[in-house]
């Protein structure tokens, strides 16, 4: 009599790392908190995160798009010779809204990859 052991994946392997999930909500808190330039260190800890380790698609897109919303005001600012002194101030409160419902739908992405692991 034979026994067969499954092999399940381990955890980090299916898994999206904790550092995109704590950036995924320290985005929108540091944008509304006025801190949009330093909110900028999370974008990109998302972005690469979910890029490199996240196996579901959706995930990566959403990541993307939290990263494509952070950076049109940002170049704007940069480019602009009469911006004002800080990012925060120079943003208009639709690119703000929208940092905060892509940053939104990025954690509720990565609620649902949590919520449905792929069985193996």
């Given at each position: 009599?034979?026994?067969?052991?499954?092999?399940?994946?381990?955890?980090?392997?299916?898994?999206?790392?904790?550092?995109?999930?704590?950036?995924?909500?320290?985005?929108?808190?540091?944008?509304?908190?006025?801190?949009?330039?330093?909110?900028?260190?999370?974008?990109?800890?998302?972005?690469?995160g979910a890029l490199r380790r996240a196996p579901?698609?959706?995930?990566?897109?959403?990541?993307?798009?939290?990263?494509?919303?952070?950076?049109?005001?940002?170049?704007?600012?940069?480019?602009?010779?009469?911006?004002?002194?800080?990012?925060?101030?120079?943003?208009?409160?639709?690119?703000?809204?929208?940092?905060?419902?892509?940053?939104?739908?990025?954690?509720?992405?990565?609620?649902?990859?949590?919520?449905?692991?792929?069985a193996r």
């Amino acid at each position: 009599m034979t026994t067969t052991v499954e092999s399940h994946p381990t955890r980090t392997s299916r898994r999206v790392p904790l550092s995109v999930t704590v950036s995924a909500w320290a985005v929108p808190l540091m944008v509304v908190g006025q801190f949009a330039l330093i909110a900028g260190v999370p974008v990109v800890i998302a972005l690469v995160g979910a890029l490199r380790r996240a196996p579901d698609r959706a995930v990566r897109r959403a990541a993307t798009l939290v990263a494509v919303t952070f950076a049109i005001p940002l170049v704007v600012w940069l480019t602009r010779p009469d911006g004002a002194p800080s990012l925060s101030k120079d943003m208009h409160p639709v690119f703000v809204g929208l940092i905060v419902a892509a940053s939104a739908a990025l954690i509720v992405t990565l609620h649902r990859a949590r919520r449905h692991l792929p069985a193996r």
